[in-house]
C-alpha cells in the first residue's frame, strides 16, 4: 500500500492526491490530513480536502453494498470474505450503532483507530439498515469530529492558534 499511496503522489496534484488518498479504504482521512500537511499544504485546507475525498464512497456503500454482498455470497470465492466482514462489521461497529442509534453511528466514524471510519461506519449502517440520511447525516458528523482531531494531531495544537 505504501508505494500505491507514493505513485499517487508523483502522479497526481497535492490536492487532487489528498482527495483520492482521503477516499481510499483503511486509510480516509486519518492518513490523508497527515499527508497533505507533510506535502506543505495548510492543515485547515487538507482538512477541508481530506473531509470531501472521505465523504465520496459513503453514498455509494450505503446504496450498494448490500446487494454487492448479496451477489457476493453466493460465489464460493467471496462466501467467506462476505461473511467475514459482515461479522466483523456488525460485531465490533453494530453493538455501538444498536445501542446509541445515530450517535453510536457517529461515535463509530468520529474515533481515529483502526477498524473506525466512514468505510466501516458506512458498512455497518447499511447491514443495520439504517435510514440514508440519518446515516450520512452521522457518517459526516463523525467525520468532521475525526478530521479535527486528526488535524490537531497531525499538525499540533499550538500550532493551530500560533
Given amino acids: 500500500m505504501e508505494s500505491f499511496v507514493k505513485e499517487i503522489l508523483n502522479f497526481l496534484p497535492r490536492e487532487l492526491a489528498v482527495l483520492f488518498i482521503a477516499a481510499l479504504p483503511v486509510i480516509e482521512l486519518r492518513g490523508a490530513i497527515p499527508i497533505g500537511i507533510s506535502l506543505g499544504l495548510s492543515p485547515f485546507y487538507t482538512t477541508i480536502i481530506s473531509l470531501i475525498g ?55 466514524v468520529a474515533i481515529p483507530l483502526p477498524g473506525t471510519g466512514v468505510w466501516s461506519g458506512s458498512l455497518a449502517a447499511a447491514l443495520l439498515n439504517m435510514q440514508f440520511k440519518q446515516a450520512l447525516l452521522a457518517i459526516f458528523m463523525g467525520n468532521i469530529i475525526a478530521a479535527i482531531l486528526v488535524m490537531i494531531l497531525s499538525y499540533g495544537v499550538g500550532s493551530l492558534f500560533f
Fill in 54 to 108: 472521505s465523504m465520496i464512497p459513503v453514498p455509494f456503500i450505503l446504496f450498494t453494498i448490500k446487494p454487492i454482498f448479496v451477489r457476493l455470497k453466493k460465489t464460493r470465492l467471496f462466501k467467506k470474505l462476505v461473511d467475514k466482514l459482515t461479522d466483523r462489521s456488525l460485531k465490533y461497529n453494530g453493538e455501538k450503532i444498536q445501542k446509541y442509534g445515530v450517535w453510536g453511528l457517529v461515535l463509530v
